[in-house]
Every structure is written in C-alpha cells, then in structure tokens.
DNA sequence: CGGGAAGTTGAAGAGCGTCAAAAGTAGTGG
DNA sequence: CCACTACTTTTGACGCTCTTCAACTTCCCG
C-alpha cells in the first residue's frame, strides 16, 4: 500500500497575508467575483466583506490548513488550484477536490477542519475569519442562500465522484476527469483549447482512486489510441471528445 | 460487469399521499422534528409547514423518483430507510446514500432530479412543494440556516464516502460501514444492541463499491473472526467495536 | 409446502496494485 | 552553459484482491 508524507517547505504563518482592505477598493475590483460567494451582494455591501477579508498568497506545496486543526478560517479562492485531502491512519490519502477560483473552502460543521488543503499551483484565497462571517451571513440572508446554492452544487459534483470511484474503470475515471477539468475551465470562462492538468499523477491518481503508475499507464494508452495528446507544461488536447464522453458515461 | 434492471412493483401515483394537515397538529406531533429541517422553525411557525406538506408513505422497493425528471417536490425522511442512487448507461448503480428519519432529500441545484430515489423499508415522507418551499425558506432565513447546517454535514459525510470508496478494502469498507450504521441508530436516539441493516447484500455492495459476492464473503470472514455475529431479521451484533474501528481507520 | 428471490460458497480470471528500474524534467551551483 | 542531483513520469514483470460465472442453500411469503 502506498503512503503519503507530507513535505512542507513552509508553514502557514508564512504564507504572505496582506489585507484586501489595503487596496483602493479591492473586492470591488475583483475580477472573479461572480463566481464566487460574493456575488451575492450589491456593489455597495462589498466593503463588508474587504472589512473581514486578508488575502493570502500561496506558492505550490504550501499548506493552507491541516485536518483536525481549529476551523477558524473560511476561504475563497481567487487564483490557482488548491487540493483537499483525507488521509487514513497508514497514508493513504484521497484527495476528494481540486478547487480554482470562486470556490469555497472550509464549510464544516464542527470546530475543526474535515480535511486538510494544500496549493496545487501558485495560489490566492481571500481569508474570512468563521466568526465575522457567519455574524455577515446573519445579516444579509442572500449571502446564506448563495451559499446553499454552492454547498447543492458541491453535493452533486460529489456524487458524481462516488459513481467515478465506486463503479467507473481506469480508463473511464480518466476519461471523466478530463472532461470535467475541460468543463470547469469552460465554466470559468477560459478560452477553448488545450486542458491544463497541473496536477501531479499522484495527485491524480488520489482523486481517482487510482495508483500514480496506472494513472501514467492508462494515459499512455488513451494517447495510443489517439483520444488525448500530451503536450508539454500539463496540457492535454481531448482530440477525440464523443470517445471521452463514452467511457465517461460507461458504454 | 454486474447491470441494474428496475422493477417496479408501483409507481409514485400510487404513493399514498395524505395531506399532514388532514390531522389535528401533525408537524407539532412530529417526534422527529427535532432531527429535521422543521427544529428551525418556533412552535407557532409551524403552520406554515404543515399548509404546503403533503404525507408519503412507501412499500418497500416504490420508487419516489428517478434521475433527470423534474425536481417539483423535496422530501423530509419521517421513518424507515430511503436509499438515494444513480446509474451509468450500462446498468452500473453507485448508491450514495441510506436516508433516514430527519434527513432531507432534493436538495437540487438543477430543475431536475440529480439521482434517483426508492424505499428500503416501509418509508414515510413529508413532500413539499419546491417552490412553496422556496418560498418559506425566503422568509425564514433560520431555515435556510437550518438547511445549510444539514447540507455542510452531508458534505462531510461525502467525503468520508470518497476515502472509503477510493481507498480501503473491502473488509475496511463493511467494517466502517457497520460503525456508521450504528454510529446513525445511535444519533437517533435508537437504544443500544445489534445494529439493523434492512438493505440487501446488492444494496450495501452498489454502496460500497462492491459486488454482491463479495460483501457477503467480507460479512462472513469477520463473523468467522468473531469480530460480528449475523443475527436473524437483518440484525448484526458488533462483537469487537475496537477491530472495526481500527479496520475503519486503516490501521 | 412450494416456488422465487436473496444469500452463500467455490473456482477461475482480470484489472489494478506492488515492486523495481529506466527515462525524462527541473532546479542548483560552479 | 553545463554538470549534478533530486524528483516525477514512464515502462516492465509479477502478484493479489476483487470480480465474474456458476451452483447450491437459505429464507420468505403466498
């Protein structure tokens, strides 16, 4: 069985916070906005928010937070790929989301973090401390709703990801992968093209249920067969999208 | 590869639906509420429930509803056990979740159904109205809140799900599986004893991401091991709570 | 009781994991 | 600019867990 030791280069403390509210009128700015939680409010309840709001800059391998440790931050990311992760006892590890700008982080129920996040590429989040925020989502119900509406669409994409672990092949966990990564690109407004997989094959294969090894063995074999191309720098071309869609689909 | 054939014994028309408010006080009455979204509400708000809810009652095996129909109503689990599935094109099931009393189902982001749902045990619900729903929720924030809470949960339960279906084995699989089914009964209040699995062997492998075969050998292996004993009627006793929980854990 | 579904058990095979090594890539410093 | 190192990715050989296919047993419910 594989394990998983975590090698950090740097801390949390040193990860760069500025405050937002250091800028002119920073989450007025903000060019992801609607996407992201904050496009619940008017232009003019914004500055509640550059109010709570520290952004925080990470390099790739920082860790954002840890399982288990005091939940006392909520974040949203801005820029960059960030990984949530679940590790059992002995190291195996799931990797249960890639998140990029607009999604939310750190919703949990209890106290502390149900599972530990750490960047992917170089990334930023804005910071919002649990106490003030939930005090904001009091006062402005929209916020709340808007919310809800993300935690429905989280739920969703989840069960879609137990059909991919609990009954999809290698071959067709990629396939499925790959088009969703294509998809959220698309969803974020990106220009068509190539998909970017920043992502390790470790990383990869920890989404999927899957080793680092046959991850590469079953790309090899998609590109065999002339469904992707590899290109340099993570970029996959889908040459052939119904394929994808097939295997993706289970036929 | 193992393929899922519905049989339906009786449609949603034949479900039984009797208006909750046909009874003198019946949200007032509910000893479930407490597990529910409706906690939220103050005793004199809870009119406002039972004037849009409508009463379910299924058999086992009725259906409630399928993936991709219109999601038009959401549903309150009042007793017995729902479970919650989706299905790739060449029959493959991934059942996602077990519901029962005090969980919420519906909760769709999209105008149709994200998965498809079915009674286990005889099964009762209290069916609303999306949009008479809605409605309420608009007007009681501390619903939304409410309902929030309960989808934050459901994510963790998720990912708990991903870990399991991604990386443990099957005798860790059956092994968490049992403590959570006891970990449930217990949260409702159930008093202590064997652990009641009213699912078939298909029903707990298309959840686990198993066969058939081999959950029912898993189930053998640790009751040879004196780690479980089979009762009859669907009843498991957890011998050795402390070998479960390390099999859980990965250890 | 009897018939059908659900559950159990067995034997054989496939897909993916494990272990190992080679090839490719990136960062570092002389 | 290139060598040196360390890590990631790829490829190969082999083994094991779980699936598949099949037969048998048990459990219900009419």
Redesign the pocket.
Known sequence: ??TFEA?RTRGLAEALPRRVAGDASPCGACSIRHLSICAALAPDELSEMDAIATAVDLAPGDPLFDEAEPAEHLFNVTAGTIKVYKLLADGRRQVTGFLSAGDFLGLAHETTYAYSAEAVTPASLCRFPRRKLENLLQRYPKLESRLLGMAGHELAAAQEQMVLLGR??????IGSFLLALERQAAGRGQPAGPVSVP?????I?DYL????????????QLKSSGVIR?L???RVELLDRDALARLAEGQ
Chains 1, 2 share one sequence.
């Open positions: 069985m594989k090698k999809k092949t290698a071959k067709e966990k992502m390790s094959r470790a990383d294969g249920g899957l080793t680092t090894e046959t991850v590469s063995r079953t790309f090899t590899l340099q720098g993570g």
